[in-house]
């Protein structure tokens, strides 16, 4: 019986994992290597931005449910739930994952489970994280039960999703599957589904692969139809009019540390076998580019013409700037010569790689505002604030602002992106 849980990894999904299986009953520990996380929590701070956080936390913290700490300590079940970030070379660094298990093995005791969340490329429960708890001595799958259950939650959405979603449970073996199970229907209500480890993990992989792809598709039908004079959101609205057709949106890129990254976990494993992945990987990563290609269209980058960005998340009302492209499109507008103003209202100073600025003063003297995240904050966009702007002219690559048809703004997105090509250059003054 499981009563006490062990979260190694206090970040986007180990808090909110950690606080709903206290909320469930369960005494949880929380590990994270940051003195920073752990002395925020310990203080009653939340260091990541999701809504209905706070309110689970002092509802679990109240019940003294839940603690962080910065080493692992006994518990029936251990929940390693740490980040797989890329190398240069995009193949997988598991050394987070490996390192949490290590960090767990003089802990561990005959009947404990072990469940990797992380998101990690396929073989890599059979292949990594077995052989280090064998190497200690550990019988897997009959001493030791290990499975693999990846997140599959929306930011923004977390906390609804971790109960209502279905969850793919990935055993070691059929043992360490049902246990594995069992622990989450104590506060799953959607379908739990058991099946290997290798495939729960290709599972998950092919779940942002898909949106991968097919955002790739339609940022593919957004450049074609600038050159061929078509409005490409309108195109995606009509052929979504189909019963069968589900034409995902183009925006800036592609970000976050699951669909900007996932893909490249099976083209690692399997690269000769995935050309269709690796072609939308590269087209995703080309939208930052282009993005820049329009700005100086509508701004001549020569002069040195100052340039507000609006969002620099990688999707909106989230605090998150993991792999965001708007990150990159601030860096390639400033090596094309840009003086660039970046505002968002989700974003900690501290966690960001640039200055932030109020929107008054990142719209002041700019020749262009460009928009890069649909925080809600920025759908209707005060006039006032464009007071400082000549004449207002917005680039709108998440197709989410709205003006009044009065309000004397030059508005562009990525439907009339093809009258860029037919004149000279709209904000030069």
Known sequence: MIAKVCVI????????????????????????????????LNNGIIHIEEPGIEEVYEEVRSKFAFRAQNVPEMADAYI?????????DHTANLDYVESATRSIVPYLRSGNVVIIESTIPPRTTNDVV???????????????????CPERV?????????????????????????RAASFYRTF??????????????????????????????????TKASSLLGVDALEVIELANKHPRVNLHSPGPGVGGHCIAVDPYFIIEKAPSAT???SVSRQINNSMPEFVVEQVEKLVPPFQGHSVAVFGLTYKGNVDDIR?????????????????????????????????????????NEAKCLIVLADHNEFRYINLDWLKGMQMPVVF??????????????????????????????????
Not at 80 to 88: D, E, F, L, Q, R
Not at 130 to 148: C, K, N, Q
Not at 154 to 178: D, K, M, Q
Not at 327 to 356: I, S
Request: hydrophobic letters at 40%; glycine letters at 8%; charged letters at 20%.
């Open 9 to 40: 990894g206090l970040g986007y999904i180990g808090l909110p994992t950690s606080l709903v299986f206290a909320k469930a009953g369960f005494d949880v520990t929380g590990v994270d290597v940051s003195e920073h996380v752990i002395k925020s």
């Open 80 to 88: 390693i739930a740490v980040p797989t970030p890329v190398n240069g």
């Open 130 to 148: 077995a052989p280090i708890l064998e190497d200690a001595g550990w019988r897997v799958g009959e001493e030791i039960y290990l499975a693999h």
């Open 154 to 178: 929306l930011p923004g959405s977390i906390f609804r999703e971790l109960v209502e979603n279905n969850r793919i449970i990935g055993g070691y073996n059929r043992t360490s599957a049902e």
């Open 188 to 221: 799953v209500r959607g379908e739990i589904v058991l099946t290997t480890s290798t495939s729960a993990e290709m599972a998950k992989l092919m779940e942002n692969t898909y949106r991968d792809v097919n955002i790739a598709l339609a940022n593919e039908l």
């Open 275 to 277: 050309p269709l992945m």
């Open 323 to 363: 792999e965001s492209p708007a990150v990159q499109v601030v860096n390639l507008l400033r090596k094309r010569g840009f003086q660039v103003k970046v505002h968002d209202p989700h974003v900690q100073p501290d966690h960001c790689p640039f200055r932030l600025h109020s929107a008054e003063d990142a719209l």
């Open 396 to 429: 709108d690559t998440k197709n989410c602002v709205k003006f009044a048809a009065d309000s004397n703004v030059e508005l562009y997105n990525f439907g009339n992106l093809h009258s860029l090509n037919n004149k000279e250059t709209v904000a030069i003054r």
